[in-house]
């Protein structure tokens, strides 16, 4: 029933490891986004990816990368992991692509991803 | 490119009492949508609603309102009646209806409804 899941909730790791949080979506939306939500609450946007292409990069290091299989998923692996990863990181959909009338956007549970 | 203001870093009320969220925005693109998130204590988004920059009429949704102002370039939320529930972060946010365009977010106004 859930529309926008991520798995894991939760993920501890140490500096240096590389990881990957998952999302999918089954509201039958086209797009998908990567938030990354800071210790102040501040929501930034990272990619979106419309029919599996991306769409949107913002300024995020390359050790982000995103990969859609499929429209209804939307994965985040991270490499080389250090400090200041450490966030609560959203992924969310929306039926069509921000800009279009059509871009209301839902978000998942969240991540929360502590780097030690 | 666009800014959303939220000036207000955090509320406290009283169970029952009315509270106002403002919420200032700034942007060159003569369409564009406003949102209104919630993140409770659990974390997740919930979101609330979307106005089109067309409609400036008020939308009241139980104990919810909003006010559209272009003139001003508001869109602040009013909840009425105040309740523990609402305790939460509340997060204004604006995407132009132009392009590929991302969600500007503002940084949240933190209420604290108390009983």
């Known amino acids: 029933d859930t529309a926008v899941s991520q798995t894991p909730k939760y993920l501890v790791t140490q500096m240096g490891n590389d990881k990957s949080i998952k999302c999918e979506q089954n509201?039958?939306?086209?797009?998908m986004y990567w938030y990354k939500q800071d210790s102040k609450k501040f929501l930034k946007i990272m990619f979106s990816?419309?029919?599996?292409?991306?769409?949107i990069n913002e300024t995020v290091p390359n050790r982000f990368s995103p990969k859609s299989p499929d429209k209804a998923h939307l994965n985040l692996h991270i490499n080389s992991l250090e400090l200041g990863d450490s966030a609560v990181y959203f992924c969310?959909?929306?039926?069509?692509?921000?800009?279009?009338?059509?871009?209301?956007?839902?978000f998942g549970p969240g991540t929360r991803l502590t780097v030690l | 490119a666009q800014k959303v203001t939220q000036a207000q870093t955090e509320i406290s009320v009283v169970e029952k009492e009315d509270v106002t969220l403002d919420c200032v925005y700034e942007?060159?693109?003569?369409?564009?949508?406003l949102f209104w998130y919630k993140q409770p204590p659990s974390g997740e988004l919930v979101f609330l609603i979307r106005r089109n920059s067309f409609d400036e009429q008020n939308e009241i949704s139980g104990r919810y309102s909003w006010n559209f102002q272009k003139s001003t370039s508001s869109f602040n939320f009013t909840i009425t009646a105040s309740q523990v529930v609402d305790s939460a972060v509340y997060f204004c946010?604006?995407?132009?209806?132009?392009?590929?365009?991302?969600?500007?977010f503002g940084k949240g106004t933190m209420l604290l409804v108390s009983p």
């Open positions: 946010a604006l995407i132009p209806n132009s392009g590929y365009s991302t969600l500007t």
């Open positions: 969310a959909s929306s039926q069509g692509p921000g800009g279009t009338g059509t871009d209301t956007q839902y």
């Open positions: 509201l039958g939306h086209d797009t």
């Open positions: 942007t060159r693109d003569t369409t564009y949508y």
């Open positions: 990816y419309n029919n599996k292409e991306l769409i």
